[in-house]
């Protein structure tokens, strides 16, 4: 639920989820970002564990702080 809001509110597509898990060195597929946003009782559901939260959240802060960076002001 918690990525879920995430990606609604920062209006974030699936390669830009990707591009941030990279940013971590954590690779993963369209395929499983998609099962993630599944309903539970979906066949191709999975959960979204800890570890998979805490490299989106590290991935943002790199990429934010990156942008932020490049922003004169």
Known sequence: MVLRKLKIALNLH???????LKL???DISKHELSALFRRPDHKNYRECLDQLLRNI????????R???ARTPG
């Open 14 to 20: 699936a390669d830009d989820l990707i591009g941030i």
């Open 66 to 68: 990156k942008n932020q």
């Open 57 to 64: 959240l590290d991935g943002m802060e790199k990429h934010y």
């Open 24 to 26: 971590n060195g954590f």
